[in-house]
């Protein structure tokens, strides 16, 4: 199993789209990264956990999903950078890779440390262009694929099982 960790306010300020909603609305700059993790997620099947410094956040710690992305908001003593390492070592087995998408680089040595591998937020974002392409791709071919019938009809026929299908002789 793969499991990407994101260090969720080093990538909002690093992808230009979310650098620009952070400064007018930071809860929305938060929505729509965990919306692009959770595309991330269905297309690639690794589990993404989005980790966010309480420092921005009043309250105790708080763990929830949003579109089955595990987000985490650490505790008012405990930086992301912490949360994450503790997680890719809890994480971590045999059968388990854990990848950190950050660009932290003293978190990124932290994390070889812990045999996580590491995701800039430049590679993370390439990553997802890929990944919107590849789903863009999908959804025209599904649309531009009509439904066949099993057995070709004449129109004249079909209009006579249409009339039967509503009751009418």
């Known amino acids: 199993m793969d499991i990407l960790l994101v260090d969720g306010y080093n990538i909002i300020g690093a992808w230009p789209e979310l650098k620009a ?4 609305d930071l809860a929305a700059a938060r929505d729509r990264l965990i919306e692009r993790m959770a595309e991330y997620q269905a ?3 690794y ?9 921005y ?22 930086t992301a950078d912490e949360r994450i390492e503790k997680m ?10 854990i990848h950190v998408a950050t660009s932290d680089y003293t978190e990124q040595w932290a994390i070889f440390g812990q ?11 390439n990553e997802m262009s890929s990944i919107e392409k ?16 099993k057995i070709p ?7 006579i099982f249409e009339k039967w299908r509503r009751g009418h002789k």
């Open 153 to 159: 009809i004449s129109d004249e026929m079909a209009e």
């Open 57 to 78: 956040v009043q309250g105790t710690a708080k763990k929830y999903k949003n579109h089955q992305v595990e987000v985490i908001f650490t505790s008012k003593n405990e």
């Open 88 to 97: 890719a070592i809890s994480l971590s087995n045999r059968k388990t890779q």
């Open 134 to 149: 590849g789903i863009e791709k999908k959804v025209k071919t599904i649309q531009e694929k009509k439904p066949v019938s």
């Open 21 to 24: 909603l952070k400064d007018h």
């Open 47 to 55: 589990r993404v956990i989005v980790v966010f410094d309480a420092y």
């Open 115 to 125: 045999g996580a591998l590491r995701k800039s937020a430049r590679e993370l974002l």
């Open 43 to 45: 297309f690639s099947g």
